[in-house]
């Protein structure tokens, strides 16, 4: 199993960014999907989830109306659109895939929002 996530970089404040996660080696559609994040110095916090069919999303406090988050089943891939980024935005998102016991993690991608 394998997630990857892709799409991280540099972006100023109030700017937007994309970021998505490709799985492999697994049955995506029976996997709900979460977005996480990790700054340094801090715990692992949840940003966004979404249920297996893609009808139910939650967010953070922090990140509602900003954020959205959205899967492409066929596809095998989520993804994560950031609107309006802040700098306390900036920090390591990682992909989460989790179903009846099973849980799989990506390796990260790096979000950093600075002028």
């Known amino acids: 199993v394998q997630l990857v996530e892709s799409g991280g970089g540099l972006v100023q404040p109030g700017g937007s960014l994309r970021i998505s996660c490709a799985a492999s080696?697994?049955?995506?559609?029976?996997?709900?999907m979460s977005w996480y994040r990790q700054a340094p110095g801090k715990g692992r916090e949840l940003v966004a989830s979404?249920?297996?069919?893609?009808?139910?999303?939650n967010y953070a406090d922090s990140v509602k109306g900003r954020f959205t988050i959205s899967r492409d089943n066929a596809k095998k891939t989520g993804n994560l659109q950031m609107n309006s980024l802040k700098p306390e935005d900036t920090a390591v998102y990682f992909c989460?895939?989790?179903?009846?016991?099973?849980?799989?993690w990506g390796q990260g991608t790096q979000v950093t929002v600075s002028s």
């Open positions: 080696g697994l049955t995506f559609s029976s996997y709900a």
């Open positions: 989460n895939a989790r179903a009846q016991g099973y849980e799989y």
């Open positions: 979404i249920s297996r069919a893609g009808g139910i999303t």
